[in-house]
């Protein structure tokens, strides 16, 4: 067993705190990575604080993972020692039902086993990147081919594929005109992505204040969903919509911008429902809601290979792992643009010194 520092939540009221945990030793489908940096995902909080009731303690938080290989095991063909690798929100997955066979792990009849917080369904408890060193399967690992600001490709591991996904599925491309709901960790990146996919984007946002760095980011337009006058001007206009807020909030107002056969797929996943929508906003026009989670290992890869393509990467701020609890109140009120990053050499030096 490989000792590893870590920081972890021991119980729901609990600040994050230095932990040590044991990876397994690398058998001869494994990866070792030593980890350079890991994003900071609400869904690290939510499982940290128990939101969504579920969480298995003690809890190591963290699924956007970038790191350099430091050992592989016999049967390892795609990665050498002093690769570039990255670990999403996966690792592991049964295999052998449909969704595996088709690349969906993400879901997986069976339930995949999250990076953290062990399996869907049950079982053996997890530990994610909030820690120095992870052990994961070859087939669970991403190639990294950016070549420089490792950082910010870490919230692509979970941001980047929770939105390249739904864009990619609902064929999301020139031609096509499409919403972007909330301008945070999420949003930021779908309007990157649908930018670069050749969409005409419209970004909505509850905040004056974001109209410049939207449009600085690609969208074509910003509305202010506060203003119903800036929202009717988009009315029957909309392709897709990608919804990311992650709190609950009346959907009839985006379900009117849509156009006939038009879809509205929710990525955001509030810790309470949202308001039911009205029916005759569906039944009028054929619109369709859909939800989206995550992406599959090989989507995951066509993501990243696509965004080194295009020089996209997430707008962070970089964080020692001493401030992670103070990284997730200012979360909380959106005071980050638009992702944390924590540089886990402070984690080592931590480490290091105790």
Same mark, same amino acid.
């Given at each position: 067993?490989?000792?590893?520092?870590?920081?972890?939540?021991?119980? =729901?009221?609990?600040?994050?705190? =230095?932990?040590?945990?044991?990876?397994?030793?690398?058998?001869?489908?494994?990866?070792?990575?030593?980890?350079?940096?890991?994003?900071?995902?609400?869904?690290?909080?939510?499982?940290?604080?128990?939101?969504?009731?579920?969480?298995?303690?003690?809890?190591?938080?963290?699924?956007?993972?970038?790191?350099?290989?430091?050992?592989?095991?016999?049967?390892?063909?795609?990665?050498?020692?002093?690769?570039?690798?990255?670990?999403?929100?996966?690792?592991?997955?049964?295999?052998?039902?449909?969704?595996?066979?088709?690349?969906?792990?993400?879901?997986?009849?069976?339930?995949? /086993?999250? /990076?953290?917080?062990?399996?869907?369904?049950?079982?053996?408890? /997890?530990?994610?990147?909030?820690?120095?060193?992870?052990?994961?399967?070859?087939?669970?690992?991403?190639?990294?081919?950016?070549?420089?600001?490792?950082?910010?490709?870490?919230?692509?591991?979970?941001?980047?594929?929770?939105?390249?996904?739904?864009?990619?599925?609902?064929?999301?491309?020139?031609?096509?005109?499409?919403?972007?709901?909330?301008?945070?960790? #999420?949003?930021?990146?779908?309007?990157?992505?649908?930018?670069?996919?050749?969409?005409?984007?419209?970004?909505?946002?509850?905040?004056?204040?974001?109209?410049?760095?939207?449009?600085?980011?690609?969208?074509?337009?910003?509305?202010?969903?506060?203003?119903?006058?800036?929202?009717?001007?988009?009315?029957?206009?909309?392709?897709?919509?990608?919804?990311?807020?992650?709190?609950?909030?009346?959907?009839?107002?985006? #379900?009117?911008?849509?156009?006939?056969?038009?879809?509205?797929?929710?990525?955001?996943?509030?810790?309470?429902?949202? =308001?039911?929508?009205?029916?005759?906003?569906?039944?009028?026009?054929?619109?369709?809601?859909?939800?989206?989670?995550?992406?599959?290992?090989?989507?995951?890869?066509?993501?990243?290979?696509?965004?080194?393509?295009?020089?996209?990467?997430?707008?962070?701020?970089?964080?020692?792992?001493?401030?992670?609890?103070?990284?997730?109140?200012?979360?909380?009120?959106?005071?980050?643009?638009?992702?944390?990053?924590?540089?886990?050499?402070?984690?080592?030096?931590?480490?290091?010194?105790?």
């Amino acid at each position: 067993m490989i000792k590893t520092y870590s920081y972890a939540a021991q119980k =729901p009221t609990d600040r994050l705190a =230095p932990f040590q945990i044991e990876r397994r030793d690398p058998g001869a489908d494994d990866v070792q990575i030593d980890i350079l940096f890991c994003g900071v995902c609400h869904s690290d909080l939510h499982t940290a604080r128990n939101e969504w009731n579920n969480t298995l303690y003690p809890s190591v938080p963290g699924h956007e993972i970038v790191g350099k290989v430091t050992a592989v095991g016999a049967n390892v063909t795609h990665f050498k020692v002093g690769d570039l690798a990255g670990v999403g929100c996966m690792v592991d997955s049964c295999q052998h039902c449909a969704s595996c066979a088709e690349g969906e792990e993400q879901y997986c009849e069976n339930g995949f /086993t999250g /990076t953290y917080n062990g399996p869907v369904f049950g079982g053996e408890n /997890t530990f994610g990147g909030y820690s120095d060193k992870i052990v994961v399967k070859e087939k669970f690992v991403l190639k990294i081919s950016h070549s420089d600001n490792l950082a910010a490709v870490a919230p692509l591991l979970c941001a980047g594929i929770t939105t390249y996904s739904p864009l990619h599925h609902w064929k999301v491309g020139p031609g096509k005109k499409v919403g972007v709901v909330g301008l945070g960790g #999420l949003g930021h990146m779908a309007v990157k992505i649908a930018h670069a996919m050749g969409a005409h984007v419209v970004l909505f946002t509850t905040s004056p204040n974001k109209r410049e760095d939207g449009l600085r980011l690609g969208a074509d337009e910003v509305i202010v969903s506060k203003n119903a006058d800036e929202m009717a001007t988009q009315t029957n206009q909309l392709d897709f919509i990608l919804n990311t807020v992650a709190a609950p909030h009346n959907l009839d107002p985006f #379900l009117n911008l849509l156009k006939r056969d038009g879809t509205m797929t929710l990525v955001g996943a509030p810790d309470q429902p949202h =308001p039911s929508p009205g029916v005759f906003n569906l039944i009028f026009k054929r619109r369709s809601i859909a939800g989206s989670l995550i992406g599959g290992i090989q989507e995951t890869q066509e993501m990243l290979d696509f965004c080194a393509r295009h020089g996209i990467v997430s707008d962070i701020e970089m964080i020692h792992m001493k401030d992670i609890n103070e990284a997730y109140e200012r979360m909380i009120k959106g005071d980050v643009k638009y992702r944390f990053v924590i540089d886990m050499a402070t984690l080592k030096e931590e480490a290091s010194a105790a």
